[in-house]
């Protein structure tokens, strides 16, 4: 059933375009990421708009930044949907970090749908001033 919504909604959308990312075409979903870095943190922001924070798992291992977890389907009242364009279901996105982080110090803040990871930069990433006697 999902095959065939996925290869419905293919010949209504007017380009592939529409897709966003070509591996959303006919698997679960991916959210957009973003990764910034400054002289002190590297700072993933992610878009996970309608997710609550129980339903969100961050892990690091061995220079892997991981965000994982489920949108479920909202249901109202025995409604059935007449179309559905939201992404739900699972989803895992994995992206290799520039820098070595001290994962003792990794925070993340959930607000308004987007998910921001900072990740302070461990001590022999960060830039050193030598000073010249």
């Known amino acids: 059933m ?28 991916s959210p957009a ?4 870095q400054n002289s002190e943190n590297v700072v993933a922001v992610v878009e996970l708009p309608g997710m609550r924070t129980e339903d969100i798992e961050i892990s690091l291992h061995d220079g892997t930044l991981t965000i994982s977890g489920e949108r479920k389907r909202e249901t109202s ?6 179309r559905t364009e939201r992404y739900i279901g699972k989803f895992r996105r994995s992206i290799t970090l520039p820098t070595h982080v001290d994962a003792n110090k990794v925070s993340a803040v959930y607000r ?7 990740l302070p930069k461990a001590e022999e990433a960060k830039p050193k001033q030598i000073p010249v006697s």
């Open 2 to 29: 999902s095959l065939r919504e996925d290869l419905n909604s293919l010949f209504e959308s007017p380009s592939w375009s529409g897709f966003g990312r070509p591996e959303q075409l006919f698997t679960a979903w």
């Open 33 to 36: 990421l973003d990764l910034y």
């Open 77 to 82: 009242n025995g409604e059935r949907a007449e």
């Open 112 to 118: 308004d749908g987007i998910l921001t990871v900072t």
